[in-house]
């Protein structure tokens, strides 16, 4: 651990780049799913750039994509704004989408309800509300 005065702090998640079995499939799922806008594609790369907020999420091709065993990433955690549950399950469930059970989990604001879901490519998504202290009363 490492202790004294950073000359910066970090502001928020800028990115995360997610190794995927199919492009298409994936951007489907980020794009209709979850609402994300793609920015910008690098062909040479494979990379498509999708908006997330204030951050960006990069999707490029994975050989081999992501296992049952083995993953690219642990999970990525979405804040979602407003957090209105009903209407989220009901928009996952509109796209076949499995959602967990909601649980009060410690993110950036604090602890506040979250819901995991996963992509085509079995990539843990958290979508994540706000946090208690700022709850809608």
Not at 112 to 133: H, Q, R, T
Request: with cysteine; net charge negative.
């Amino acid at each position: 651990m490492m202790t004294g005065t950073a000359a910066f702090a970090v502001a928020r998640l800028d990115h995360l780049v997610l190794r995927v079995a199919d492009i298409d499939r994936a951007l489907a799922f980020y794009c209709a799913v979850l609402g994300l806008s793609e920015v910008r594609r690098v062909e040479r790369l494979g990379l498509v750039q999708l908006r997330a907020g204030a951050s960006m999420l990069d999707l490029v091709p994975g050989t081999p994509a992501p296992g049952p065993d083995g993953r690219n990433l642990d999970h990525l955690c979405l804040r979602l704004d407003p957090w209105d549950e009903p209407a989220i399950r009901a928009h996952l469930a509109r796209h076949d989408v499995q959602a967990g059970e909601t649980v009060t989990r410690f993110g950036a604001e604090g602890d506040g309800p979250s819901i995991y879901i996963a992509d085509p490519d079995g990539n843990v998504v958290e979508l994540k509300g706000p946090a208690a202290a700022q709850a809608p009363a």
